[in-house]
């Protein structure tokens, strides 16, 4: 058996290596390294892919996220709503920002953020929810948009790992993830669904107005060279990088067919598993279907019950197969984001599945007797 890795970048690399290579020769070839003609060629091709008006390249997804607030205009002091349950990224740019983080509970079906705790957490200081894709699925961005309109509030998503991700609307109309908001974010981190190999991301927007005051912050807050009208960052997504997403986003659809089959795999092999959960696939989406991409399995997160966790996670590791606890500390409890204002009680959610989750391997490589193998040494330690 191969042996098993939580990403294998590698084996998805051999599969392409010509066409990487080539594009990356091209850069060099050119020495456009900064703003190259590839650059503007991805984000082209990411626009039509995505179906979105301006996609902006950038650096990673974390100043993805911060550049679309700063576009926004938000101003210290405005409140932010956003999932206590995701990685600290999204909470540490609001923070950054001088901007209030308000972190609100998730649902424990689908781990993405509950409206009914955002209604409860709308103050007139609300300016902006930020939804996150979490683990390859949209949040309820139905509800969410209906919030958002009837509180006037901006809608910001993080679709770092939800890239390709389709959202199915209640009338059966279907739209990208990260095209449904006043504006996204995504990352292009080694390891994301549309992986580089280094850092890159991107800000997407439908609104002309928007994607305009967002071109000028990420490069100095230009709009006229040397004419600085706002005050900007360096943030830029690099010509090789750019060469590489370029060559990969063709695949984009494959690679996320191959992690859903896997994540169908894993199903059913934990089917007749009472302690094991398995994800579940929601917005108006049944099972894991092989043509609506409503899920792209960023990860493939397990619930375990009456189990622990933890000796399972030392199991697995013992015995070869590497896999993660997305994420063990709820935001809140964390100590950067510590508030007197939240209340234990209004975490439940998040404060089980910390306790909870575990994400086996999940990657577009997985064969058949990797997955055969992970299945069984989980069930062997469940069953013991
Ligand atoms: C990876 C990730 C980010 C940050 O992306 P970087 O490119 O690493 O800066 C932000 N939000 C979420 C949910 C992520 O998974």
New binding site residues.
């Given amino acids: 058996m191969r042996k098993i890795q939580m990403v294998d970048l590698k084996g998805q690399y051999d599969k392409i290596k010509e066409t990487v290579n080539d594009s990356i020769q091209s850069v060099l070839d050119t020495t456009s390294y900064i703003n190259g003609p590839l650059v503007h060629q991805f984000q082209k091709n990411l626009e039509d892919y995505l179906g979105v008006k301006h996609v902006i390249p950038c650096a990673?997804?974390?100043d993805a996220?911060q550049i679309a607030m700063m576009g926004l205009g938000l101003q210290p002091g405005d409140e932010v709503i956003t999932a206590d349950f995701?990685?600290a990224?999204?909470v540490e740019v609001i923070a950054l920002l001088n901007l209030t983080p308000v972190l609100v509970d998730v649902n424990k079906d689908d781990f993405n953020i509950n409206i009914e705790a955002i209604k409860k957490a709308i103050t007139p200081k609300t300016k902006a929810i930020v939804p996150?894709h979490?683990f390859g699925q949209c949040a309820n961005m139905e509800a969410i948009m209906q919030l958002a309109e009837e509180h006037n509030l901006y809608v910001i998503e993080?679709n770092?790992?939800g890239i390709g991700a389709n959202y199915t609307y209640k009338n059966g109309k279907k739209a990208k993830s990260g095209t449904i908001g006043h504006v996204a974010s995504t990352?292009f981190?080694p390891s994301?669904n549309l992986g580089a190999y280094g850092?890159g991301?991107a800000i997407f927007t439908n609104d002309d107005d928007l994607a305009h005051t967002i071109r000028g912050i990420v490069n100095h807050g230009m709009y006229e060279r040397y004419h600085h009208d706002v005050v900007g960052v360096n943030s830029r997504l690099d010509s090789m990088q750019a060469a590489v997403l370029d060559a990969k986003l063709p695949h984009l659809d494959t690679y996320n067919a191959a992690r859903r089959e896997a994540a169908r795999k894993y199903n059913d092999a934990f089917k007749d598993e009472k302690n094991v959960i398995t994800p579940k696939t929601v917005n108006n989406c049944e099972g894991i279907c092989s043509t609506c991409d409503c899920h792209v399995f960023h990860q493939y997160t397990l619930k375990v019950k009456n189990i622990d966790r933890d000796a399972l996670v030392k199991h697995l590791n013992e015995n070869g197969i590497p896999c993660g606890v997305y994420y063990p500390i709820p935001l809140h409890s964390q100590k950067a984001y510590k508030d007197s204002r939240y209340n234990e009680a209004d975490f439940p959610v998040t404060n089980q599945l910390v306790k909870e989750v575990i994400s086996l391997p999940m990657h577009t490589e997985l064969d058949d007797e990797q997955i055969d193998f992970i299945t069984k040494t989980v069930k062997a330690f469940i069953n013991k």
Avoid: E, I, P, R
């Fill in positions: 990673n997804g974390t996220l995701t990685f990224a999204t996150v979490l993080d770092a790992q990352s981190f994301k850092d991301g």
